[in-house]
Structure formats: C-alpha cells, structure tokens
Nanobody, 119 residues
Framework: QVQLVESGGGLVQPGGSLTLSCVAS????????MGWYRQAPGKQRELVAR???????TYADSVKGRFTISRDNAKNAVYLHMSSLKPEDTAVYFC?????????????WGQGTQVTVSS
C-alpha cells in the first residue's frame, strides 16, 4: 500500500510565498512522475506542475515563472515552491505520484492541502 501525505498549506497574503511538501510512504520500489494539481471551488482539478524521475518539468501557463517543482528521490518526496501568490491561486492542492510498488504501477493521490491567498 502506498500513501502520499502533503503538508505546508495555509493562509498567505497576495505576493507572498509558500512551499508545499509531499512524501510518499509504504511499499515503494521507485517513483516515476510526480506532480501537483489543484482544485478551486466550483472548478475542475487542474495540473499545476509535474516532474519526471529524471527531472524534466512541466508547468501550467498560469504559474510559470512563479512556481517551482522539485523532488528528492531518496526521500520519495516532491515539493512545490510558490511565490508571487495571487488570490486566484487559492485552491486545495493535491500531490500525485506514479509509483512502482514491487509488483505494479500505482497512481496515488494525497488527501489535499488548502492554500488560501488573501489579504
């Protein structure tokens, strides 16, 4: 069984910064793609950023230049550093990982962490 646990969400003022963390635990052989998604009230879940095991990154146009995704393969962790935050970044942020246990590839989601950008 594989679990993803996010941390680091909270309330921040516009223009501020916040870093989200996500750690995978359980029966893990290796992690492949890992990423962050977000879902605002009344909207569909959308990709924010993704990072491959070799380090290639993809960002949503709305966060390019403001957010940075990184990973630590030794810790089975992925991070999202968010800067120049805007009210429209307010959402629940979910961690996702394509994770190999010792028999199959699992698409795993975290429980989500709330990010609120408001003055």
């Amino acid at each position: 069984q594989v679990q993803l646990v996010e941390s680091g969400g909270g309330l921040v003022q516009p223009g501020g910064s916040l870093t989200l963390s996500c750690v995978a635990s359980g029966n893990i052989f290796s992690t492949n793609n890992m990423g962050w998604y977000r879902q605002a009230p009344g909207k569909q879940r959308e990709l924010v950023a993704r990072i491959r095991s070799v380090g290639d990154t993809t960002y949503a146009d709305s966060v390019k230049g403001r957010f940075t995704i990184s990973r630590d393969n030794a810790k089975n962790a992925v991070y999202l550093h968010m800067s120049s935050l805007k009210p429209e970044d307010t959402a629940v942020y979910f961690c996702h990982g394509d994770i190999y246990d010792f028999s199959k590839l699992i698409s795993a989601w975290g429980q989500g962490t709330q990010v609120t950008v408001s003055s």
